[in-house]
């Protein structure tokens, strides 16, 4: 049975409802009601909504719905009458009592809430509701929440008709507080409506808002910066100085007024509308001034030029290309002055020196922006891989291999471990920004070899500390065979250690074990040599024992490397010599004999005629042999009246310096190694992608190329071809720029 049908039910809802609406009158007004009428009103709303006897929920919504409409336009007709002046205050006011009466009645009205929830009026999916209502598939049973329904009310009622003088009056607010901005809680309140007035909506929630207050705040702040920074720029008696300067004002300013009142999407577009209007228009004319102020060096103007331009890409990128110019141009002049100088070490202390300066300008100026200290590693990279940093031959990466040969050696000046730590920092700053690392690892490496074979090294920590250092800047894979020749010394020591508990007093060897594959060193002695019958003893004796620790293992002498203390007992006063094994065994040959011939001494120990040449040269310009011409050759006979101040010292050997061949050698090798290289990474793309087109291919081999070294196009080109001829890639038939991969 229907409402219509029961007139007594009816009677019973009019004299609950009449108790009712003097609720809500004084609740969305923020009176004051007493918990009593309170509590009845919340029973007579929950009576009222019951199925039992007849369910009041439709017309308790109803008239529901015609007290909000009522309210709001009595609301609607005292602000329509307020001036300008008043209108956002007074507005203000009425939507925060009537938006904190609202969710007062959304709990009195929650059985109604909880029972069209039910019976399916108001369905929480409120993305299906929208859809429904979008394709006229929800009818005129839909029903919202009573906050939803109250809000509707104020954007139907009041926003709707006032729009364009709230607009308005939103839009003199703005332009009277653009000087300094000071909050005013009534432009939020009236931001804050519009959101709110929609926030039932899952979907287009700010779609009102966008297209009314924010289209209408974003088009008359563009029209009014477009004006006034039009009249500030072409104004005579005003520089661009002044205008960075008002314009750097003008964006605070913004940033503030839309951080206190608008939406922060709305703040987002306001400032890059600001930006477009102020900077973009002026862009060329802008980035003349930045290069005025760069070559004046005016950093201070500069900077704030600089933070202008941070969300314009096209202007900070047009800044920063100025300023790497800048850097590149200034540090070029001072590496140019130093070409001719043969101190390598000039060359690194005025590269810090330029980059400390850099640092101090990016720092401080640009609070290490990313375009700022990209334009600053970029000019650093063209310095460091300049034509004019070279010395003597050298270029940067074998300086820097050179320069830590020397901190780390033995008899450097520098003591302290920090003082160390701080300078491999420093060399491996300027390491990062040279492209040969390749170059630099090949030298590094062969220096290394000579500091711990010869024990020259200042410590294994510090020698450690370096390869860290190292591969942070590029990987483990870097610095693996730098880890495995420390990883070999410690490994020695402790075989020495075993060796000397098991051949006691008799052990006069120390014998260090490297990896064949790990160390630079050549295997320069002849597989030939005839070690003399007095040293085999001793070797044979620690092969014995190192085969039975290890098995499966091959020991190969580097001779060459070798060196042993002889005693020189016939001279007037006791020395000791310090000698390889091709000089301690030329001596030797003394003992029995007091003249030796080039020719015995190759036909005795089977070594290279050029090694016997070297290593007499060596022992004669010591003085410790004499050499005299006669009809057979050049004799040699030991000089009886050699003396020398130290009682023990070294022989230097020129089979271990490295001469201006030897560096090109190890350059022609470091090309080898590159195409090697290369090919393996053409190999690793291809294996990868099956199918690769030529320019794509190009661009990854750079890639992966460029940790270690800066690849010639020509030389991966060539590299391709190779490897097509070995038949690992193939061209595409239909595609000629297309490569294939050869399983």
């Keep these: 049975m229907t409402q219509s049908l029961l007139p007594q039910h009816s009677d019973r809802f009019d004299k609950k409802w009449s108790d009712i609406v003097q609720t809500i009158s004084k609740v969305i007004r923020l009176e004051a009601v007493d918990r009593k009428k309170w509590n009845d009103s919340f029973s007579d709303v929950y009576a009222l909504c019951m199925p039992y006897p007849v369910s009041f929920a439709d017309t308790l919504n109803d008239n529901l719905d015609k007290f909000f409409q009522q309210h709001v336009e009595i609301i609607k007709d005292e602000l329509d009458s307020c001036h300008r002046s008043r209108l956002l205050k007074h507005y203000g006011t009425q939507w925060n009592t009537f938006n904190d009466g609202v969710r007062y009645l959304n709990s009195l009205f929650s059985a109604l809430n909880s029972r069209n929830a039910k019976k399916g009026m108001f369905d929480s999916r409120q993305a299906n509701r929208l859809l429904l209502s979008l394709y006229g598939l929800l009818g005129d049973e839909s029903k919202l929440e009573v906050s939803s329904m109250a809000l509707k009310c104020w954007k139907e009622i009041l926003i709707k008709p006032l729009n364009r003088k709230l607009t308005e009056a939103v839009i003199f607010e703005m332009q009277n507080d653009r000087q300094e901005v000071t909050y005013k809680r009534h432009i939020h309140d009236l931001v804050k409506s519009y959101i709110e007035v929609e926030?039932?909506?899952?979907?287009?929630?700010?779609?009102?808002?966008?297209?009314?207050?924010?289209?209408?705040?974003?088009?008359?702040?563009?029209?009014?910066?477009?004006?006034?920074?039009?009249?500030?720029?072409?104004?005579?008696?005003?520089?661009?100085?002044?205008?960075?300067?008002?314009?750097?004002?003008?964006?605070?300013?913004?940033?503030?007024?839309?951080?206190?009142?608008?939406?922060?999407?709305?703040?987002?577009?306001?400032?890059?509308?600001?930006?477009?209007?102020?900077?973009?228009?002026?862009?060329d004319r802008l980035k003349d001034e930045a290069v005025h102020l760069i070559n004046k060096e005016d950093f201070e103007q500069l900077s704030v030029m600089y933070r202008l331009f941070k969300d314009v890409p096209e202007g900070l990128s047009g800044i920063s290309e100025h300023l790497q110019n800048y850097y590149t141009k200034q540090g070029m002049n001072v590496i140019h002055k130093l070409k001719t100088s043969r101190n390598y070490q000039?060359?690194?202390?005025?590269?810090?020196?330029?980059?400390?300066?850099?640092?101090?300008?990016?720092?401080?100026?640009?609070?290490?922006?990313?375009?700022s200290k990209e334009a600053m590693d970029h000019s650093l990279e063209k310095i460091a891989n300049c034509q004019e940093f070279t010395c003597e031959g050298a270029r940067a990466a074998e300086i820097l291999a050179k320069q830590c040969d020397a901190i780390l050696r033995k008899g450097s000046k520098i003591v302290s471990d920090t003082e160390i730590d701080e300078k491999l920092t420093q060399l491996v700053t300027i390491f990062s920004y040279v492209d040969g690392k390749d170059i630099f690892l090949r030298f590094y490496s062969r220096n290394l070899a000579n500091r711990l074979i010869n024990s020259t090294y200042i410590s294994q920590d510090s020698e450690e500390n370096m390869i860290q250092k190292l591969k942070a800047c590029c990987g483990y894979s870097y610095t693996n065979k730098l880890q495995r020749m420390l990883q070999d010394i410690r490994i020695s020591e402790d075989l020495r250690l075993k060796f000397q508990m098991q051949a006691g007093e008799k052990n006069i060897l120390k014998v260090l074990v490297l990896q064949s594959g790990s160390w630079p060193i050549q295997r320069r002695t002849a597989p030939s040599f005839q070690l003399p019958e007095d040293f085999t003893p001793f070797l044979k004796g620690f092969e014995d024992f190192y085969h039975s620790q290890f098995t499966g293992r091959t020991l190969q002498w580097l001779?060459?490397?070798?060196?042993?203390?002889?005693?020189?007992?016939?001279?007037?006063?006791?020395?000791?010599?310090?000698?390889?094994?091709?000089?301690?065994?030329?001596?030797?040959?003394?003992?029995?004999?007091?003249?030796?011939?080039?020719?015995?001494?190759?036909?005795?120990?089977?070594?290279?005629?050029?090694?016997?040449?070297?290593?007499?040269?060596?022992?004669?310009?010591?003085?410790?042999?004499?050499?005299?011409?006669?009809?057979?050759?050049?004799?040699?006979?030991?000089?009886?009246?050699?003396?020398?101040?130290?009682?023990?010292?070294?022989?230097?050997?020129?089979?271990?310096?490295?001469?201006?061949?030897?560096?090109?050698?190890?350059?022609?090798?470091?090309?080898?190694?590159?195409?090697?290289?290369?090919?393996?990474?053409?190999?690793?793309?291809?294996?990868?992608?099956?199918?690769?087109?030529?320019?794509?291919?190009?661009s990854e081999v750079v890639e992966q190329s460029k940790s270690r070294f800066q690849p010639n196009i020509t030389i991966i080109k060539k590299c391709i071809e190779l490897l097509m001829e070995k038949q690992y890639l193939e061209r595409a038939e239909d595609d000629k720029t297309l490569y294939r991969y050869c399983v």
């Design 199 to 283: 926030a039932w909506q899952v979907m287009g929630q700010l779609f009102y808002y966008t297209h009314n207050l924010e289209d209408a705040v974003l088009r008359a702040e563009r029209d009014n910066y477009r004006n006034e920074a039009a009249a500030r720029i072409s104004d005579p008696n005003s520089t661009i100085g002044d205008y960075i300067q008002w314009a750097h004002r003008q964006l605070r300013t913004a940033r503030d007024f839309g951080r206190q009142y608008l939406h922060a999407g709305t703040q987002i577009k306001l400032c890059r509308e600001i930006e477009d209007r102020l900077l973009v228009d002026y862009l």
């Design 346 to 371: 000039d060359y690194i202390s005025n590269f810090l020196r330029i980059h400390t300066r850099y640092l101090d300008i990016t720092d401080k100026y640009f609070s290490s922006d990313s375009y």
């Design 559 to 698: 001779h060459y490397r070798s060196t042993m203390e002889v005693s020189m007992s016939y001279l007037k006063n006791l020395h000791v010599v310090v000698a390889t094994t091709y000089q301690a065994s030329i001596l030797v040959l003394f003992n029995k004999q007091d003249r030796v011939t080039r020719e015995d001494i190759i036909q005795l120990y089977c070594i290279p005629e050029e090694d016997v040449t070297r290593t007499l040269s060596s022992l004669v310009d010591t003085k410790l042999l004499l050499e005299e011409t006669e009809l057979e050759g050049n004799v040699y006979t030991l000089n009886m009246n050699y003396s020398n101040k130290h009682f023990k010292f070294k022989i230097a050997s020129t089979m271990l310096k490295d001469t201006p061949s030897d560096r090109n050698n190890v350059h022609s090798s470091i090309n080898e190694d590159r195409k090697i290289f290369l090919q393996a990474a053409i190999v690793r793309i291809m294996k990868a992608r099956k199918a690769c087109t030529h320019n794509q291919l190009i």
